[in-house]
């Protein structure tokens, strides 16, 4: 079964893969490596999710902010993989960053979202290294961003 089937099983419509506002592009490809910029937390209506876990958010809700990161994610990845994910050979990382208060210390918990995603989607090949860092703000106050490295064929 495709990625693209899989995910149409799974009920999951991928956002369109957007270029970035800033000085730096949304993915880069050196050798065998894919490496996607962060993708920052937006609803499906393409509204930011914007607060503080711990205080605007839950870790259940936050977790569902990491989803949506991880659509973004594997949107930029199809992109840049000329509309094609079976050229995804696996994920190696994904750093999630989550916009929370001092005193929150469930950052892994939110950043499975992200993960859990990733793995259902690709399978084995979805299985990865991680970080989970705290941030006391993110770009246009978001609660949640994730970047990502895949090897691809």
């Known amino acids: 079964m495709s990625i693209d089937d899989k995910l149409n099983e799974m009920g999951l419509v991928l956002p369109k893969a957007t270029d970035p ?7 880069k490809i050196t050798g065998t490596l894919l490496y996607i910029s962060g993708q920052i937390s937006i609803d499906a209506e393409g509204q930011l999710i914007i607060g503080k876990v711990g205080k605007d958010f839950n870790t259940e809700q936050a977790y569902k902010a990491a989803e949506r990161c991880a659509l973004s994610i594997i949107s930029q990845a ?3 993989c000329g509309g094609d994910l079976s050229k995804i050979k696996s994920c190696i990382k ?60």
Request: charged share 20%; net charge negative; hydrophobic share 40%.
């Open 21 to 27: 506002v800033g000085s730096y592009v949304a993915t």
């Open 78 to 80: 199809k992109k840049a």
């Open 94 to 153: 994904l750093t999630g960053f989550v916009n929370s208060t001092d005193d929150f210390i469930e950052q892994p918990k939110v950043i499975n979202g992200a993960s859990d995603l990733i793995k259902k989607v690709f399978g084995d090949n979805g299985t990865h290294t991680r970080a989970a860092v705290s941030t006391n703000s993110l770009p246009l106050g978001v609660a949640v961003e994730v970047d990502a490295i895949f090897e691809i064929n």
